[in-house]
């Protein structure tokens, strides 16, 4: 089980549409990024993409994917997981929409 | 894995080439796994690889990780020990143990010996001087590489396949290249006099100069290799000496075990040496006194040894006729059996066409095809081959026969060559074996889409790659889709090729991504990372002042006007106007880099400033103090035009004709800011000396005391390629005129990513002088194009950031903590 600590981060339309933003506090020491894709939704991930650490946050993104702006990996916005062929994942973190605001899930303590 | 001691026999296998690599994939085939555990030695360092495809690696054509066979994983995933850079030096035939020169020692039950062959070298002196190699493995291949990087002038030593090939890649990497061959003409051993002649027609059109019947005396050179003596007095200067004039059987370790060995090491049909624990395979045997240099008869070699192997008591080897082709982009040649008459019973025809670069001739005996040797025209090959493998009957074609299959058969039941009129059984790709029903049969049942999935799967035109066309036509054909020449899409969401949606754009004035992705009916609905910058860019060069860039489908570079560092810091040239500064831009550039702490400052190869380890948070401040001293953007990120290089020409210059820096700095005001398919830089040079470099940019000015040479396609990349030349002007208005036409042209008609050098090379210059150079008014009308999508392109992108645009771009969030 993982428990979560809600954090305030902005409004939603401070984010271009398909695009994203680096926040500025980390967790345990890796960036987070908020995503806005082409349809409204917002996504959570941690900024590095599995293959070489690139920043996703400065990728392109089209539907629910963002392309790594190194190498061209393709990651799944909603579960952080490299689109085949390619293997590995970013981890995803819960965003929630509420009145126009984005708030982001920081893990505080997880349990196996 | 449980601790259980494998019971299974051992199968070592000496040499971990193509051809005891097949072997063991055959084995394994059968399911060998089962039987043997397999421990392979190989004496290079590397994992096995196509050695056929050495010369593509040379050429450019392919790297060293496209030719690799079988990945480490691939041995580990089937169970194979894999000892490289480890080669076997004895083998005690009594104890059944082999000893390596590491010194391990290794018992088997079941020996192979693919030793493969090493290169024959002339006992000539200079052998052993650096900058004399052999034309046979990757470290040759690296060595031939650093001299094109290097040095200038290569001597390639034999005519054969081999030393035509080597000499054709050392052209490419844009070395002089002299071939010398012992014989009057090139490949003596598979084409006749008049097809050898049109090979070294063409390739001498190609830059290649031939010293035919020259036998080499010595390799001069104190330090290093300096050139070639040949007997007859001529001499070679040479900074590199390849010695590609044959192959002989590397039977060495064999030998010393006492093995029956000849030229190669004696195999009977299956493939057994004269120990019959010990099997060899591939160019270090001899079978019924024939060694072997093709890779077909070694594959069939793999398969027989590999059924010996498991168990299979009937497998036999059978030498079959064989084919010979080249591997040099746009030379097609062709040859199988006889290459002449033997006497006057044998019955030779000959079809010649010099202007068209075409010859054909076929030998007939006793009305059968012995032989055939084809040049220019080679699509008939693989028929000859299988008329001479079944030693068909072919007396009622003969008057036909040497126009190729389709007149040869007209009149027959068949009805032409067309794919569907071939048999099934007869064979594709040579190199592999694979026949038209095997494909076939694949692509349905694996419901194979692609080249890539058949090679993966028959192997067909994996090797040499010469009949991937006739692959590509079958699966066109078995797949049901249109069998046209295929134009490559612009991505995956799409079939429809750039050219094509380009036209669309304008013909049915498409003027959003929305409206052309809808046009094609693009399978996703918002594009993906390949074709929305591609989009962009068409949709912005076709309606310029009209169409809003889209910064959300721009790569990072573009969106943040400045260039992504491997550590997410960006770095900034400020534009530098024909490479001419002033103290007060110095100063602020200075004054920049300390308040900033900014850690690099260098010079860049365009004759500018780079400021590199700026964090993206300060990149709109940098600007804005950048721009206080007048300096802009250099777009060093962009696909646009970046640098203009001088000469300080007549100005200060002793040589110098014109005013080059001054026409330098006029055509980079003219262009700077305008978007293009990819990258453009240009140079100006006051001097044929050429100090700017202009024969290796896009458009290179060279200034002569008559008036402007002008270049265009130039690159000095990875693929140098030296401009051609465009045409000579007298005034500085027409090179400006000139230059604003090429640009439009290319940003009209390029694909998306496509530098000026590979759309040159694809559409040819010619094309580009009837359109610049013929065609006045059509000149002029490109260039007004231009000048007026310029309207909307020349606003510098930093000044607009610094004063704020975009700046959720730069800053984190929440914006206020």
Not at chain 2, 130 to 151: H, N, Q, S, W, Y
Not at chain 2, 712 to 723: E, K, L, S
């Amino acid at each position: 089980m993982t428990e979560f600590a809600w954090k305030k981060i902005g409004l939603g339309t401070d984010i271009p549409l398909r695009g994203a933003r680096r926040l500025c506090f980390g967790h345990e020491g890796h960036p987070i990024a908020i995503f806005r894709t082409g349809a409204n939704t917002y996504f959570a991930l941690i900024d590095e993409c599995p293959h070489r650490a690139g920043p996703l946050s400065e990728g392109i993104i089209a539907g629910e994917t963002v392309t790594c702006p190194l190498h061209n990996w393709v990651i799944e916005l909603d579960s952080g997981k490299a689109a085949a062929p390619d293997e590995g994942h970013t981890r995803a973190l819960p965003v929630r929409f509420e009145d126009g605001e984005i708030y982001v899930g920081l893990p505080v303590r997880e349990t196996v | 894995m449980n601790m259980i001691a494998d019971s299974r026999e051992h199968l070592i296998v000496i040499g971990n080439g193509m051809a005891g690599m097949r072997t063991v994939e055959e084995l394994l085939k059968l399911g060998g796994a089962a039987r043997y555990r397999i421990t392979v030695f190989g004496a290079e360092p590397h994992v096995n690889y196509n050695r056929i495809m050495l010369s593509s690696v040379l050429a450019g054509d392919k790297t060293v990780d496209d030719i690799v066979i079988n990945s480490r994983e691939w041995y580990m995933e089937n169970g194979i020990t894999l000892m490289t850079g480890d080669a076997v030096k004895s083998i005690d035939c009594e104890a059944r143990i082999v000893t390596t020169a590491n010194g391990h020692v290794a018992q088997y039950d079941r020996l192979l010996i693919a030793t493969g062959s090493r290169p024959l070298a002339p006992p000539i002196p200079g052998l052993n001087l650096p900058g004399v190699c052999a034309f046979r493995d990757i470290a040759d291949v690296d060595k031939m590489l650093e001299a094109a990087r290097t040095r200038k002038r290569a001597v390639v030593i034999g005519g054969g396949l081999l030393g035509l090939e080597a000499a054709w890649g050392l052209k490419q990497r844009c070395m002089s290249v002299a071939l010398v061959h012992l014989m009057p003409t090139l490949m003596e051993r598979q084409l006749d006099a008049p097809a050898g002649q049109l090979l070294q027609r063409d390739l001498d059109r190609r830059g290649i100069a031939f010293f035919t019947e020259g036998q080499t005396e010595e390799i001069t050179g104190v330090d290093r290799a300096e050139g070639v003596q040949l007997a007859d007095g001529r001499f070679i200067p040479a900074d590199l000496v390849v010695l590609a004039i044959g192959i002989r059987p590397n039977v060495d370790v064999a030998k010393s075990a006492g093995l029956e060995v000849n030229r190669g090491i004696v195999v009977a049909d299956d493939m057994r040496t004269s120990d019959p624990y010990i099997f060899a395979v591939g160019e270090c045997v001899e079978h019924r006194g024939q060694v072997f240099g093709l890779v077909a008869p070694i594959w069939d070699q793999a398969k027989v040894c590999a059924a010996r192997l498991a168990g299979d008591a009937d497998a036999l080897f059978e030498s079959r006729a064989l084919s010979t082709s080249l591997k040099i982009t746009g030379v097609d040649l062709f040859s199988a059996g006889a290459l002449t008459a033997a006497d006057e019973s044998d019955d030779e025809i000959t079809l010649r066409d010099d202007n068209r670069g075409m010859y054909k001739k076929v030998v007939l005996r006793d009305g059968k095809l012995v032989g055939a040797v084809l040049y220019g025209d080679v699509g008939d090959g693989q028929w000859y081959l299988q008329l001479m493998r079944e030693k068909t009957d072919v007396s009622a074609l003969r008057d036909r026969l040497v126009f190729g299959r389709a007149i040869a058969e007209a009149g027959s039941a068949a009805t032409g060559p067309d794919i569907a009129s071939i048999p099934d059984d007869t064979q594709i790709c040579g190199c592999n074996g694979v026949s038209k029903g095997s494909i076939v049969c694949a692509i349905k049942e694996k419901n194979l889409g692609t080249l890539s999935e058949i090679r993966a799967h028959t192997k067909a035109s994996a090797s040499c790659g010469q009949c991937t066309g006739l692959v590509e036509a079958l699966l066109a054909h078995a797949t049901g889709v249109v069998s046209e020449k295929k134009v490559p899409a612009i991505c995956e969401c799409t079939t429809a090729g750039h050219d094509e949606i380009r036209q669309t754009i304008i013909a049915r004035h498409l003027k959003s991504m929305e409206a052309v992705r809808h046009a094609f009916e693009w399978k996703k609905p918002e594009g993906c990372h390949k074709c929305r910058p591609a989009l962009n860019y068409y949709l912005l060069c076709a309606w310029p002042g009209e169409y809003v860039d889209d910064s959300r489908s721009r790569f990072v570079n573009e969106r943040l006007h400045a260039n992504i560092q491997k550590d997410g810091t960006y770095s900034v040239v400020p534009r530098m106007w024909g490479g001419v500064t002033t103290p007060a831009e110095l100063h602020a550039i200075a004054s920049v880099a300390e308040k900033f702490s900014i850690p690099t400052v260098k010079v860049t190869g365009g004759q500018r400033i780079d400021l590199l380890g700026v964090k993206k948070e300060d990149l709109p401040a940098v600007w804005s103090d950048l721009g206080k001293a007048g300096l802009v953007s250099g777009h060093a990120y962009a696909k646009g035009l970046r640098t203009v290089k001088t000469c300080v020409g007549s100005e200060w210059c002793r040589f110098g004709t014109q005013d080059s820096t001054g026409l330098g700095i006029k055509l980079e005001k003219m262009c700077w800011g305008s978007w293009t398919p990819h990258k453009v830089k240009f140079a100006v040079s006051g001097c044929p000396r050429n100090c700017a470099e202009a024969t290796i940019k896009d458009m290179g000015i060279v200034c002569v005391e008559a008036g402007y040479d002008i270049l265009v396609g130039g690159n000095g990349g990875i693929d140098v390629r030296v401009t051609d030349p465009l045409t000579r002007v007298a005034t500085e208005e027409e090179v400006m005129e000139y230059a604003g036409a090429f640009m439009q042209i290319y940003r009209e008609e390029a694909h998306y990513l496509e530098r000026t050098a590979p759309w040159i090379a694809r559409v040819g210059i010619d094309y580009v002088k009837k359109r610049l150079v013929d065609d006045d008014e059509g000149r002029r009308a490109l260039c007004a194009r231009f000048l007026y999508s310029q309207r909307f392109a020349q606003a510098d992108p930093w000044a607009e950031r610094a004063r704020g645009a975009d700046a959720h771009e730069f800053a984190r969030m929440p914006e206020v903590v």
